[in-house]
């Protein structure tokens, strides 16, 4: 045991004191040993620097919540606006599919009918003629109905389209 005492006072010597190179270490790392130190905060300052930021913090937490939350609103209505101008989109190509059905039925009752022109010469022909003209007129007037409602359509989801946008 002495000699482990005398081990040790060998390690600890004179040389180990504070010297100016640790005070000047101190200083750099803002190390001020002077108790009287006006500059140093006090305890009620601290605790009301450290309440400032919690109520700072959980504002900052809640705010962080109300966007997601709003962010996740504006998703689902993004994503139910998608899906509204997916089925507006497939309306629309289904009514023109039946527009350009029409026009077909339309063309071929019109060579239908000038053929019929070129073949008529009695007046039973001509009863086969009106029969085939109103059918005509009625083909017409129904493709004139599908295409209002297409260019309806249209504007509703070009209309649709703006608001997706400027939201």
Do not use: C
């Not at 300052?45 to 504006?74: C, K």
């Amino acid at each position: 045991m002495a000699n482990d005492n005398n081990n040790t006072n060998e390690l600890v010597t004179d040389a180990d004191v504070p010297t100016a190179e640790l005070e000047a270490l101190a200083e750099t790392f803002g190390f001020d040993p002077d108790p009287e130190d006006d500059a140093a905060p006090s305890l009620t300052q601290l605790q009301s620097d450290l309440q400032n930021r919690t109520e700072t913090i959980e504002q900052l937490q809640f705010d962080i919540e109300h966007l997601r939350t709003q962010w996740n609103g504006l998703e689902t209505e993004i994503k139910a606006r998608e899906e509204l101008t997916s089925e507006l989109n497939d309306e629309l190509a289904r009514k023109d599919g039946l527009l350009r059905k029409r026009d077909q039925q339309i063309e071929r009752l019109q060579h239908d009918l000038e053929e019929m022109r070129l073949a008529v010469a009695t007046p039973a022909e001509n009863v086969e003629e009106q029969r085939i003209e109103g059918r005509l007129a009625s083909v017409t007037a129904e493709a004139g109905e599908l295409h209002a409602q297409l260019e309806r359509a249209q504007i509703y989801a070009d209309e649709l389209r703006r608001r997706l946008q400027d939201e």
